[in-house]
């Protein structure tokens, strides 16, 4: 499930929220172009019929084993993320100051 479009009901801006999240099984095609997803009971708040354009097929493979950690939203639709390490920083030089960029996991 695609991430890009709709991303401010999981609380992040689109440029931080990950691309593709869990792998959920379409229960039932409700038009030629949606899809009703079994999403868990920790994403209850978000809705569960998606446009094709934001699902993508998955692929299996026997090796990889798929463990979803659980989603806890809250009532207001947010989530709470905490960063696990640095990438990578650097500073850029804008007329008279110093702006700080983080690369943050």
Partial sequence: MSLTKGAVCFGTSRNLSPRYIG???????VRALAYHLQLPESM???HPVFHVS???KYLKDPKQKMDA???IIQQDLTMECHPVRIL????RVMRNR?????KVL
């Fill in 69 to 71: 950690e659980p989603l």
């Fill in 98 to 102: 110093t702006i700080k960029y983080v």
């Fill in 88 to 91: 990578d920083f650097s500073d």
């Fill in 44 to 46: 209850s708040g978000v």
């Fill in 23 to 29: 792998s959920y099984m379409s229960t039932a095609r």
């Fill in 54 to 56: 934001m699902l993508r």
